[in-house]
């Protein structure tokens, strides 16, 4: 699975020049050191869901006990869930909506920052839709061949991102309410939607359906990311990165700490009400028991309204927990990492999966061993891959305008 997201438009790799400051010198230092950090917590947030997204890719190459069943396709009714296996699994649900929202966030900021500097709408609009063309065929020809067998094609999450992103090209224009608004309203309606699109279709999803809804199999094609559920994720993303890239004045402005730690504290209350009632809102994966496994077993294919909520509320207070570690200690050293890998994550996504399936067959492992060499993996790819991404990110710095815009 996997992307800014692993989309990055972070523009402060290791290496980079000395940034300019769009603070005044008159500002105070509060003000200045918030416009500096703003970007930051985003690539931290990046990194982390990087590493948790290694894990499960490292579990699908080396892990003989994977549980997948994150959809009420692939759930059997009264199956067993491993508390482990479970978990390990579960955690890296936090990945594909924080790619996403996240996607929408950094892109709003470069878009609102080019648009300061009078660079054409239009123009503006053509990088959009030929940047996210571009994620999205990446699905296709690269990606494909390694999540899934010879001659399938599978739409993932960077079908869902580059598809978004060309979305957005247009909604742009709309105001942060109705971006709000459109977001909340297909994230609650999202169900109804899944169940009209599978009537219309006599109870079969069409291509159409699949594409934008309920995802589906048409061989050779895969579906596994339907667009609309993911771009009200994206859309959320960019009303926030609009809401970041306000200039703060006098001390006064926008307290992104705050707005997230409300946010996810509502979204995570929601999760509550939705799961504990156990109907609508679920996808029909409904809890067998009242068990953590269960509250926690929600569909991620297509993504429920449950989902939705426990995962944003979740990366929403991380999120503020990394605004305020910048906000008090600026970018520590031993956050770096993180950093570097939030600012390369396209870069490290392409690479991941294929590097960690090769070393499972070269070492006769795949899909043989345990949640031992699943974390074992993890580690020593994080470290093999990140003297790369620092590398990648100083080539990027040096060629702002080059092909790297667009990985």
């Known amino acids: 699975m996997g992307a800014a997201s692993p989309v990055s438009s972070s523009p402060l790799p290791e290496g980079s020049p000395p940034q300019v400051s ?54 059997k009714v009264g199956a067993a869930l491993p508390l ?7 955690v890296t649900h936090l990945c594909a909506p924080t790619f996403i929202f996240l996607a929408g966030a950094v892109l709003a900021l470069s878009v609102e920052r080019r648009l300061a500097k009078g660079e054409a709408p239009g123009k503006v609009d053509r990088f959009i839709v030929s940047r996210g063309l571009f994620i999205a065929l990446l699905d296709v020809v690269w990606m494909s061949w390694i ?20 979305c957005m090209a247009a909604l742009r224009r709309l105001t942060t309410p109705w971006l709000v608004g459109l ?72 307290r992104p700490a705050r707005l997230l730690a409300v946010a996810g504290t509502l979204a995570l209350a929601g999760f509550a009400v939705v799961r504990g009632l156990n109907g609508y809102g679920n996808m029909r994966l409904l809890r067998d028991d009242g068990s953590l496994a269960h ?14 909520l426990l995962e944003l509320g979740v990366m929403a207070l991380a999120l503020s927990g990394f605004f305020v570690l910048a906000r008090r200690v600026g970018e520590p050293r031993w956050m770096r990492p993180l950093a570097v890998l939030g600012q390369t994550a396209l870069f490290f996504y392409v690479l991941h999966v294929h590097a ?49 815009r667009y990985l």
């Open 183 to 254: 977001s909340a309203a297909l994230m609650l309606g999202g169900e109804a939607l899944a169940g009209l699109s599978l009537l219309l279709g006599g109870g079969q999803p069409t291509l159409p359906g699949a594409l934008l809804i309920t995802g589906g199999r048409f061989p050779p094609l895969v579906i596994a990311y339907a667009l609309l559920p993911w771009l009200s994720v994206m859309m959320l993303g960019w009303a926030f990165g609009r809401v970041l890239g306000k200039k703060e004045e006098a001390g006064r402005g926008v």
């Open 147 to 166: 999540f899934a067998r010879p001659g399938v094609v599978l739409f993932q999450v960077l079908y869902a991102i580059g598809a978004g992103l060309v």
């Open 22 to 75: 769009v603070v005044p010198p008159s500002a105070s230092v509060a003000a200045r050191v918030a416009s500096m950090s703003r970007l930051v917590p985003l690539d931290w947030m990046r990194g982390l869901v990087m590493v948790l997204m290694t894990v499960d890719h490292a579990s699908g190459a080396f892990n003989a006990g994977k549980i997948s069943s994150d959809s009420v396709a692939s759930w």
């Open 295 to 308: 509250w926690l077993h929600v569909s991620k294919y297509p993504p429920s309204l449950s989902y939705l």
């Open 356 to 404: 960690l399936h090769l070393a499972a067959w070269a070492l006769g492992m795949s899909r043989k061993a345990g949640l031992g060499a699943t974390y074992l993996s993890t580690l020593l790819f994080v470290v093999a891959v990140y003297p790369a991404c620092v590398a990648y990110g100083r080539y990027k710095a040096a060629h702002p305008e080059g092909w790297t």
């Open 84 to 90: 482990d296996q479970f978990l390990t699994r579960w």
